[in-house]
């Protein structure tokens, strides 16, 4: 599951799980307009949580299929889904 190399790539936390998902640039176009609700690269709908968000911890199937080395966990870096997530049931992941 490897993403061609004239292909970018950005990451978007998710408001539902908190993590951080990569979403193709052509995923992300075709999604302009919409309501929110992007593709990740792992196949999960992902809910855009605020763009001035620290980074979170990163989808490990992401991180693969984005040809990127996933970095040592550190301690702190998962954050809840916040109040988006008492609302919503999990629906990516």
Partial sequence: MRRPSCSRT???????????????????????????????LCRATVWAGSLASPPASRCTVCAAAAGEPLPPSRPGDRRAGGLWARFVPRASA
């Avoid at 990451?11 to 929110?36: E, M, R």
């Fill in 10 to 40: 950005m990451w978007l936390t998710c408001a539902v799980d908190g993590t951080d998902h990569a979403v193709s640039d052509a995923a992300f176009v075709a999604a302009q307009g919409g309501d929110g609700r992007y593709e990740a």
